[in-house]
């Protein structure tokens, strides 16, 4: 298992996998443009809306979860004094 890790932290080959997600990324969107859709609502019929969609969903989740994090979650430093 070790080995796997040190593999992969290695500059040349971190990069080589980005490139090759990317890449997936770029066909997946390309595909989606040839794939049949019936969508219920006249939105989810332009092309790459469910992935623009999930992108900005997950940005919001990151958000809101920062902010309960800061705002309810942390104590302040003199809070068991």
Not at 4 to 10: P, T
Not at 39 to 55: E, I, K, N
Request: include cysteine; aromatic fraction near 24%; hydrophobic fraction near 55%.
């Amino acid at each position: 298992m070790n080995k796997i890790v040190e593999y992969f932290e290695r500059p040349e080959v971190g990069k080589a996998v980005r490139y090759i997600f990317y890449a997936s990324l770029v066909l997946l969107l390309i595909a989606e443009l040839f794939i049949e859709k019936h969508p219920y609502f006249h939105w989810a019929a332009f092309p790459t809306f469910f992935a623009v969609y999930g992108f900005f969903a997950c940005a919001v989740i990151i958000a809101v979860s920062k902010l309960l994090g800061k705002f309810w979650l942390q104590k302040g430093e003199d809070y068991y004094d």
